[in-house]
């Protein structure tokens, strides 16, 4: 399994922004904080804290692993089982806390 570069994070965020309809201005919202420092973020000009990840994936409806991962390889032997789903889950939930965590601690 492959992760995505931070341009390719990016590219993902906006991809799923416009395949779901959220506007620079909805993920601000979500974020609390301005849609300049959304648009600053999608272009590479502002970094992205794990707090912020996390918010913007719930603001997409989809896992902070998923913005993450890199799945143009194809998909990961074994996902297709019941103890791969549980494991992918498992990883999901390990990111997540992490992002959690790492937020908390500045």
Same mark, same amino acid.
């Given at each position: 399994?492959a $992760? ?7 590219a ?9 309809g ?5 993920l ?9 420092? *959304? ?8 970094g ?7 918010g913007?994936? &719930?603001?997409?409806g989809?896992?902070?692993?998923q @913005?993450?991962r890199? &799945?143009?390889?194809?998909? *990961?032997?074994?996902a &297709?089982t019941?103890e ?6 498992q ?6 806390? $992490? @992002?959690? @965590?790492?937020?908390? *601690?500045?």
């Amino acid at each position: 399994m492959a $992760y995505r570069t931070h341009k390719g994070i990016r590219a993902e965020i906006r991809r799923l922004a416009r395949e779901r309809g959220v506007s620079e201005a909805e993920l601000a919202g979500a974020l609390g904080i301005s849609a300049g420092a *959304v648009r600053r973020t999608l272009r590479g000009e502002r970094g992205l804290v794990a707090a912020e990840l996390a918010g913007i994936a &719930d603001a997409l409806g989809v896992r902070p692993g998923q @913005l993450l991962r890199d &799945d143009a390889d194809g998909p *990961v032997r074994g996902a &297709d089982t019941p103890e791969g789903r549980k494991a992918l889950a498992q990883v999901d939930e390990l990111i997540e806390n $992490y @992002l959690y @965590l790492k937020a908390l *601690v500045p």
